[in-house]
DNA sequence: ATGGTTAAGGTACGGAACGTACCCTAATTG
DNA sequence: CAATTAGGGTACGTTCCGTACCTTAACCAT
């Protein structure tokens, strides 16, 4: 604790100014972030560490949780959708790529954000590109060469119900409060509920 | 802000223990729940409002959130569910009775202490009996009855395929931040999503 | 160059709450 | 009636947010 990190004050008294004190900031925000989660990110350690002090950060973001969203989307990361040829796999892969996120530190602090994001809807709104448009993307992209393959009803492209897969996990994680859901309930979701809905359906019975 | 609520101290020395005592703080948080949210639930408050100081707390729940769960408790009521004779409308009136609760004042509460609890899964238990399989019940009975009539089909009575309609209204709540979400999505939800799904189905195309 | 304006730095503080410590006193129990 | 248990009063340590105020460096325009 008696370490110096980043200290800027020793020898000249060159000050940093507008856009690169703020990047020192945001960065000092997000390895705060990193190493102690949204709980541990105090306004005063950001500081110390970035070598400034907390006026410097209130000019910028108005408050604790702007700044940690702010600092959050540097730590957002984003992989490209699978493509094993059939959809079952795609669909699982998409999960437990979520499953692992959600595990990951990464994910902790998210989840640690939009507990704290509660009713901010601007803010949450940044926690995902658009809430839903972005969070569809993947599953648009998986679902729409399923479709072309013949695998997939054209009406599964819908939002709403291409996205029901991811859905169901999330709530799995805010229900059960575990970081991570056992493979067992991925497989269940995909084939108890995403696929019997998504696959082409036959004439319904009247 | 000069009144003496239920201050107990004036006349004689009468002395509340065990039970009694315990019920006058439970009773106090949930007032203090009811008018102000779990934000606005402070220990001090609540020791004032019961006429006694927190050790007689601490001394009972090991910390604010313990005591909020337990307040909240007594604010939770359960409607039995709808029978309207038939599945969609049985459906949309659940979910209807969802999006109010979810948007009244209890709602607001326990969505801030859904928040809170974060990753402590046995205060989460608590706050559904055992999460899934309280919340499941009124759907598994509307379906249940829909499957006699020839509805459903009855692999729709796994819990996990009964429950998807409000589970994608939760993560409605959820994601969008909003207190109430319009009465489109849920014919959304439900059309285009809950009654495919668990409608009798044709013959699978092969 | 130089003087004025803007933004950083230092520091201290007010305020809210949580959770704890200590000691006194009423209720209960044997 | 003595001893033990549990409440009551109160004060405090701590943490951390957000703000206020003044000093000083960097930038900019004339």
Redesign the interface.
């Known amino acids: 604790m008696a370490g110096d990190p980043m200290r800027r004050s020793g020898a000249g008294q060159t000050r940093r100014r507008g856009a690169a004190l703020e990047e020192a900031i945001l960065r000092a925000a997000t390895d705060e972030l990193a190493e102690s989660g949204y709980a541990g990110l105090t306004m005063d350690k950001v500081a110390a560490r970035a070598g400034t002090n907390k006026n410097a950060i209130y000019r910028r973001w108005p408050n604790r949780l702007t700044l940690g969203v702010a600092a959050y989307r540097r730590l957002a990361t984003t992989t490209p959708p699978p493509d094993t040829g059939d959809l079952r796999g795609d669909v699982l892969e998409l999960l437990r790529q979520a499953n692992r996120y959600w595990s990951s530190p990464s994910g902790a602090i998210l989840?640690?954000l939009?507990?704290?994001?509660?009713?901010?809807?601007e803010l949450?709104a940044q926690l995902?590109g658009r809430?839903?448009d972005a969070a569809a993307a993947p599953w648009l992209t998986v679902l729409g060469r399923a479709v072309a393959r013949g695998e997939a009803s054209p009406?599964a492209l819908?939002p709403?119900?291409a996205t029901?897969a991811i859905?169901?996990l999330?709530?799995e994680f805010?229900?059960?409060?575990?970081?991570t859901a056992p493979d067992d309930v991925l497989v269940?979701?995909v084939d108890?509920?995403y696929l019997?809905?998504v696959?082409?359906?036959?004439?319904?019975?009247t």
């Open positions: 989840r640690e939009l507990a704290a994001a509660g009713g901010a809807s949450l995902q809430s839903g009406e819908h709403r119900v029901v859905v169901l999330r709530n805010v229900m059960r409060g575990a970081p269940e979701i108890e509920v019997p809905l696959r082409r359906r036959g004439p319904v019975p």
